[in-house]
Nanobody, 123 residues
């Protein structure tokens, strides 16, 4: 599976961005897809995930502001990010693994990774 993340950019505090993770070669609905982010000097951290079963998990830091969903027609997973804060600035990566499992926040659980897209939130 090849993943392509897109949609990053520069936005002011309080603004919105919509990230997309497109998959080639497989039907995405059978995969759990996660979004992670990495700021300079920090470890890559969990943001959100949608399981193949349909259940969703969010990091506490983004609950109520970010929404993850599937676009079945386009075979993509979308991360809608609202009320962005400067601390959301990072490179955002999507990742995938076939099937579902409990601890989707564990980045070591994923088999496939996209190349990352930069999100910068100015104050």
């Amino acid at each position: 599976v090849q993943l392509q993340a897109s949609g990053g950019g520069l936005v002011q505090t309080g603004g919105s961005l919509r990230l997309s993770c497109a998959a080639s070669g497989r039907t995405f609905s059978s995969y759990t897809v996660g979004w992670f982010r990495q700021a300079p000097g920090n470890e890559r951290e969990f943001v959100a995930a949608i399981r193949s079963s349909g259940t969703i998990e969010y990091a506490d830091s983004v609950k109520g502001r970010f929404t993850i969903s599937r676009d079945y027609a386009k075979n993509t997973v979308v991360l809608q990010m609202n009320s962005l804060k400067p601390e959301d600035t990072a490179v955002y990566y999507c990742a995938a693994r076939l099937g579902s499992w409990p601890v989707v926040a564990n980045k070591a659980s994923y088999d496939y990774w996209g190349q990352g897209t930069q999100v910068t939130v100015s104050s």
